[in-house]
């Protein structure tokens, strides 16, 4: 019975995950990229580093569902 239960379970994986995966990372370069300037933009580093929080969290619940 634990085998066709086991069986039954079916990947919830999608082409889009990729693309979520791509736009985190290059949200992640856009963070690092607004640390390392000198004259730092506060509302770009603020937005960036809510949507990185926001994003980070959707792929690890997308991933954790594969």
């Known amino acids: 019975m ?3 239960e086991a069986a039954a379970t079916t990947s919830t994986y999608t082409s ?5 995966l ?8 856009a963070v690092i990229r607004q640390l390392i300037n000198p004259r730092r933009n506060l509302f770009a580093l603020g937005f960036a580093g809510v949507s990185l ?3 980070g969290i959707m792929d690890y619940v997308m991933i954790s569902g594969w």
């Open 2 to 4: 634990l085998l066709a």
């Open 16 to 20: 889009f995950d990729i693309y979520v």
């Open 22 to 29: 791509i736009f985190t990372v290059v949200i992640a370069i």
């Open 53 to 55: 929080i926001v994003f």
